[in-house]
């Protein structure tokens, strides 16, 4: 199997400080931002968000998680059961802006599962979308409003995000069967 990184530490940490400045401002500020991030690594992409924002507009934005496992449309065809990840909205959404944050935009599937566990949750104002990754490939109708960095891949390939807090490493590395 080949791999080869497409972004080093550095430029995940220069996308992340882009997303937040473009989060700023496209919602003129923090009002009514609730950043929430799908379990396992957009969570902590969305724990970095929150800090560079606060960095940026010294205000708190609050940050949890959204886990779209018992959403999915792939549940009855699985072989092995999912298990559950984190789910914690940490106040009421209704009438917030939610930016939900993934790692790698694939198939939009992820996204709509999500959107559905967000909605048992209250009515939002708006639910907007960050990803580090947008690779292509959907299968349904769902766009990035916010993107690290656009990866055109063929289906033969994978896409993987590293970071620190789950793998000991940040990067971002494509991989293609031999």
Do not use: C, W
């Amino acid at each position: 199997m080949k791999t080869r990184v497409v972004m080093d530490e550095m430029a995940i940490e220069r996308a992340i400080a882009r997303i937040a400045h473009e989060i700023l401002e496209r919602n003129k500020g923090t009002e009514r931002l609730v950043l929430l991030g799908i379990p396992t690594r957009g969570y902590h992409l969305a724990l970095r968000l929150q800090k560079k924002i606060e960095e940026i507009e010294k205000a708190a934005v609050p940050v949890g998680a959204v886990d779209a496992t018992l959403y999915r449309d792939d549940l009855g065809i699985k072989k092995t059961q999912p298990s559950l990840k984190k789910m914690e909205i940490p106040i009421s959404i209704d009438g917030k802006v939610i930016v939900m944050v993934d790692d790698v935009l694939y198939t939009g599937r992820t996204i709509r599962a999500a959107m559905n566990a967000l909605m048992d949750f209250g009515r939002p104002l708006a639910i907007k979308l960050a990803v580090l990754v947008d690779r292509g490939h959907r299968e349904l109708p769902i766009k990035a409003d916010y993107i690290g960095k656009n990866l055109p891949t063929s289906a033969k390939e994978g896409v993987k995000l590293h970071l620190k807090e789950v793998d000991g490493v940040n990067e971002v590395v494509v991989t293609e069967e031999d």
